[in-house]
T-cell receptor, first 116, second 114 residues
Framework: SQTIHQWPATLVQPVGSPLSLECTVE??????LYWYRQAAGRGLQLLFY??????ISSEVPQNLSASRPQDRQFILSSKKLLLSDSGFYLC???????????????FGPGTRLLVL | AQSVTQLDSQVPVFEEAPVELRCNYS??????LFWYVQYPNQGLQLLLK??????LVKGINGFEAEFNKSQTSFHLRKPSVHISDTAEYFC????????????FGRGTSLIVHP
C-alpha cells in the first residue's frame, strides 16, 4: 500500500530564516505531487504541483519554491520566511493517468509552520 | 473555471442526530466529486468519491453522498452522528477531461454536541 510522509510535523521559525519541508511517497511510482497551504480557519490553497522529476508548476507567485529531486520526493523551500507564511502545509499525491480513478488525491499528515 | 460552494461554514448538531453537509458546484461538463474529512492537526482523509455509475455513493464511517446532476450538488449525509465525527469537511470537484487538479470548497466545520 501507499504511504505519504511529511516532516517535520511542527516548525517554529523566525522571520527571515530559510525553510525546507520534505514530503516523500512510498509504494507507488511516478506520482503527481502537490503542495497546499491551509491558513487558520481557511480552505486549501494550491502552491505547487509536479508531474515528474524536475517539473514544477507554480500556482501562486510568492517567496516559496518547490523542487522534486527524486521521483517520490517533493520539497518546499524558502530563502526568507515572512510572517504570512505561517500555516499548515499539506503534501498530496495522485496516480498519473487519464481515467477518473487516477484523479483522487491522498494527503500527508501535514506540517504546522509558525513564523515569529 | 469550475467552482465549489459549501454554503455552511459551521454545522452544529447533537449526537445521534442526522446531518447533511451541502456542496454545490458550477460546471456544464461531467465532473468527478469528492468529500474529504480533516480532524484537528491532521491531513485530509478521503471519505468518498463519485467517478461514475450509481449516484448514491457510500463512504467510510457511515457517510454517504448523492450526486444530483440537475441541481449540480453532492451533499454529504449521515443518519446518526457521533462525537468523533467532529471535524472539518471539504468538498472537491475535478472536471472530466480537464486538469487533474481539484477545486476545493472552503470547508464546513461539523460540531457534534453530546
Amino acid at each position: 500500500s501507499q504511504t505519504i510522509h511529511q516532516w517535520p510535523a511542527t516548525l517554529v521559525q523566525p522571520v527571515g530564516s530559510p525553510l525546507s519541508l520534505e514530503c516523500t511517497v512510498e509504494g507507488t511510482s511516478n506520482p503527481n505531487l502537490y503542495w497546499y497551504r491551509q491558513a487558520a480557519g481557511r480552505g486549501l490553497q494550491l502552491l505547487f504541483y509536479s508531474v515528474g522529476i524536475g517539473q514544477i508548476s507554480s500556482e501562486v507567485p510568492q517567496n516559496l519554491s518547490a523542487s522534486r529531486p527524486q521521483d517520490r520526493q517533493f520539497i518546499l523551500s524558502s530563502k526568507k520566511l515572512l510572517l504570512s507564511d505561517s500555516g499548515f502545509y499539506l503534501c498530496a499525491w495522485s496516480v498519473q493517468g487519464s481515467s477518473g480513478g487516477t484523479k483522487t488525491q491522498y494527503f500527508g499528515p501535514g506540517t504546522r509552520l509558525l513564523v515569529l | 473555471a469550475q467552482s465549489v460552494t459549501q454554503l455552511d461554514s459551521q454545522v452544529p448538531v447533537f449526537e445521534e442526530a442526522p446531518v447533511e453537509l451541502r456542496c454545490n458546484y458550477s460546471s456544464s461538463v461531467s465532473v468527478y466529486l469528492f468529500w474529504y474529512v480533516q480532524y484537528p492537526n491532521q491531513g485530509l482523509q478521503l471519505l468518498l468519491k463519485y467517478l461514475s455509475g450509481s449516484t448514491l455513493v457510500k463512504g467510510i464511517n457511515g457517510f454517504e453522498a448523492e450526486f444530483n446532476k440537475s441541481q449540480t450538488s453532492f451533499h454529504l449525509r449521515k443518519p446518526s452522528v457521533h462525537i468523533s465525527d467532529t471535524a472539518e469537511y471539504f468538498c472537491a470537484v475535478i472536471i472530466s477531461g480537464g486538469s487533474y487538479i481539484p477545486t476545493f470548497g472552503r470547508g464546513t466545520s461539523l460540531i457534534v454536541h453530546p
